[in-house]
């Protein structure tokens, strides 16, 4: 069993910078894509961005250019640093490790 626990979400003016962390413990070996996915208010979950063991990056339109995804050296760490953030960015953001697990969300509320 795999577990993910985000941590990094908070409140930022519009404009503003956060960095969202994930972790990944239990049964885990040569992980592969790690994801981070979104959920606002009243929407579906929706695809923010995904990195592959070897760095190789993907990111959602209404992103890119102002979020960057990297790995940790540990390899089983993601991150999402967040920059320009906007009110349309306010979700709850979840770690992804596909068809394996998902994390328990943290809220990122950006404030106009």
């Known amino acids: 069993q795999v577990q993910l626990v985000e941590s990094g979400g908070g409140l930022v003016q519009a404009g503003g910078s956060l960095r969202l962390s994930c972790a990944a413990s239990?049964?885990?070996?040569?992980?592969?894509?790690m994801a981070w996915y979104r959920q606002a208010p009243g929407k579906q979950r929706e695809f923010v961005a995904f990195?592959?063991?070897?760095?190789?990056?993907n990111y959602a339109d209404s992103v890119r250019g102002r979020f960057t995804i990297s790995r940790g050296n540990a390899k089983n760490t993601v991150y999402l640093q967040m920059n320009n953030l906007k009110p349309e960015d306010t979700a709850v953001y979840y770690c992804?490790?596909?068809?394996?697990?998902w994390g328990q969300g943290t809220q990122v509320t950006v404030s106009s």
């Open positions: 990195i592959s063991s070897s760095g190789i990056t």
């Open positions: 239990g049964s885990i070996s040569n992980i592969n894509v």
């Open positions: 992804n490790l596909p068809q394996k697990a």
